[in-house]
């Protein structure tokens, strides 16, 4: 089946230690994003990419990092410069233009 | 910046009733889209909406774009405990700007009571 597959469910990590959030789809989607949600709220947007090899920056950039070599993955480094990392992170991936977002199940991320 | 607000922000409701909820943007919107999200878990696509006026039905849920293009509605139709969640509404604000920057509401909390 196709979708979108985030790893690990839940990651633990002390302060001051950079971590990588997983994110691969076979959905064949070229655009791809990364949100972050705290309890209660919406969705935020960290980073996003329409096509391999770019990607531009959300509303809540800084202290984050990605990449996309591959069409298929989209992987978020959470730096040690993020100041509250602790939250429910989500990927997501759309063709191109309006199209809706399909997520994946996401990413529990504790920081203490 | 852009926002959307949901409208009610939570609600209780007897099981068989039928649910309305409604979103509403500073700006038009080209596209609605409708999100029900289970705890822990990600958000799922209930309906697309893509034009004016538009009335589109998945099962018991029937959701509308407002005429206006500022706004949108969900509605559910007997409600059972499985209804349960966050709604959201979110959209890409835009005349075709090209931008993927999907703006979601806060989301509308549903509990339904058996």
């Known amino acids: 089946d196709g979708g979108i597959t985030q790893s690990p469910k839940y990651l633990f990590r002390k302060e001051g230690q950079n971590v990588t959030l997983s994110c691969e789809q076979n959905l064949n989607h070229d655009a791809m994003y990364w949100y972050r949600q705290d309890p209660g709220q919406g969705l935020r947007l960290i980073y996003y990419s329409q096509i391999v090899n770019d990607f531009q920056k959300g509303d809540i950039a800084e202290g984050y990092s990605v990449s996309r070599e591959k069409k298929e993955s989209f992987p978020l480094t959470v730096t040690s410069a993020q100041k509250n990392p602790t939250a429910f992170y989500l990927c997501a991936s759309s063709h191109v233009g309006n199209s809706p977002l399909h997520f994946g199940n996401g990413t529990r991320l504790t920081v203490t | ?114």
Do not use: H
């Open chain 2, 1 to 114: 910046g852009q926002q959307l607000n949901q409208s009610p922000q939570s609600m209780f409701i007897q099981e068989g009733e039928d649910v309305s909820m409604n979103c509403t943007s500073s700006s038009i919107f080209n596209t609605w889209l409708w999100y029900k999200q289970d705890p822990g878990e990600g958000p799922v696509l209930l309906i697309a909406l893509y034009k004016a006026g538009e009335l589109t039905s998945n099962g018991r849920l029937t959701a509308q774009f407002g005429i206006t293009r500022k706004d949108s509605f969900l509605n559910i139709s007997a409600s059972i405990p499985s209804d349960v969640g966050i709604y959201f509404c979110a959209g890409p604000p835009g005349r075709g700007s090209g931008t993927y920057k999907y703006i979601f509401g806060t989301g509308t909390r549903l509990k339904v009571l058996a």
